[in-house]
């Protein structure tokens, strides 16, 4: 069994490795400014830079691992910028948008002839529920990539596409957001605590392991 995980040097890249790797399966793990450095705990695996804003850098990774057999795309990677809608210029809208909408279209396109099972979305409760006014660009990220479910099931019937809505997760980007901030906005969402990058890693690897159907949007449980 093969998985393939874009944002592999993240909190919840790093996670769903070793969840992944503890399970039997062989990693394709990308990065792309982050170096993973956790490397040394896992084997059976293969590191390719990748940056999802680069269409040329995708068509190498597909060239990297056009053999393989992928049982599992996970699209971890993802970029945030959040500040105020009048503080927001173009170029900010224009590279989330460029990294989470086109290079997850982009590196899911190029791979699905090698994959034979799953494809899995990371999104937000952002995108449907709870909505943040300095958070413009990246909410509208992830409502498009839950639409990444629909419309990539009615072409491929034979994979499974699943986007995963979660809350706030305790990762190293947000334990350096303003706490006062985050305390506010946990508040919104009537959470209590951070997501456990654990939990998230389980959630989605039994996620590929269930009988949910192909096109699923599914809000994750909090509390």
């Given at each position: 069994m093969?998985?393939?995980?874009?944002?592999?040097?993240?909190?919840?890249?790093?996670?769903?490795?070793?969840?992944?790797?503890?399970?039997?399966?062989?990693?394709?793990?990308?990065?792309?400014?982050?170096?993973?450095?956790y490397l040394d705990e896992i084997d059976n695996y293969e590191v390719y830079k990748?940056?999802?804003?680069?269409?040329?850098?995708?068509?190498?990774?597909?060239?990297?691992?056009?053999?393989?057999?992928?049982?599992?795309?996970?699209?971890?990677?993802?970029?945030?910028?959040d500040n105020s809608i009048e503080n927001k210029t173009k170029k900010e809208f224009m590279d989330v948008l460029e990294v989470n909408v086109v290079g997850t279209f982009l590196i899911t396109k190029y791979l699905l002839p090698l994959i034979k099972k799953d494809v899995i979305f990371m999104s937000s409760l952002d995108s449907t529920k709870t909505p943040t006014k300095d958070g413009v660009d990246y909410i509208a990220s992830k409502a498009a990539i839950n639409t990444f479910a629909k419309t990539f099931s009615l072409s491929y019937p034979d994979i499974r596409f699943i986007s995963l809505l979660f809350p706030w997760i305790d990762t190293s980007s947000i334990r350096e957001m303003n706490p006062e901030y985050l305390k506010e906005e946990m508040n919104r969402y009537g959470q209590t605590?951070?997501?456990?990058?654990?939990?998230?890693?389980?959630?989605?690897?039994?996620?590929?392991?269930s009988n949910i159907e192909t096109g699923s949007i599914i809000e994750v449980d909090y509390d």
């Open positions: 093969v998985a393939l995980i874009t944002g592999a040097a993240s909190t919840i890249g790093r996670e769903l490795a070793l969840k992944f790797h503890n399970e039997g399966y062989s990693l394709l793990l990308t990065y792309n400014n982050k170096e993973i450095d990748c940056n999802l804003k680069d269409e040329d850098s995708i068509k190498e990774l597909y060239e990297c691992v056009k053999d393989e057999e992928i049982d599992v795309l996970i699209n971890v990677a993802c970029l945030c910028m605590k951070l997501l456990d990058p654990k939990y998230v890693a389980e959630y989605i690897y039994n996620v590929t392991n």
